[in-house]
């Protein structure tokens, strides 16, 4: 009697696991980013304009490299739903640290007075 993944719970949970060989080529895919960074930034090898720009670049592939090996998330039916929720989160963090830097932006702004001089905002009256 063959156990398929539908059958033992424990044997889905399992399968969504990668390979040593998936492991090893991310870890190879992550350290060839890192020293491709290390590489932009210690050699100029990019003119400087564009250093960050290409560390950026190298930021995200090396994010994307990690989820997909480190994480699983991907494309397929049984990860869509990890997927989902991982962007889901990533959005709502967004918005709490965008809508927070707007706030305090906005209280800098109008808190701080900008139309009286020195002497004054030190006079007594």
């Not at 007075?113 to 009256?125: G, H, K, M, N, W």
């Amino acid at each position: 009697m063959s156990q398929t993944s539908e059958s033992n719970p424990a044997r889905a949970h399992d399968a969504s696991h990668g390979s040593v060989k998936s492991y090893v080529v991310g870890m190879l895919l992550s350290l060839v980013l890192t020293f491709a960074s290390f590489g932009v930034v210690m050699t100029h090898v990019v003119p400087r304009s564009m250093g960050l720009t290409a560390v950026v670049v190298l930021c995200v592939v090396q994010l994307i490299v990690q989820l997909r090996y480190f994480l699983h998330l991907g494309s397929s039916a049984d990860q869509r739903s990890n997927t989902g929720i991982f962007v889901c989160t990533a959005l709502l963090i967004a918005i709490i640290v965008a809508g927070s830097l707007w706030v305090i932006h906005n209280a800098n702004v109008n808190m701080m007075p900008t139309q009286i001089s020195v002497e004054r905002a030190l006079a007594r009256d």
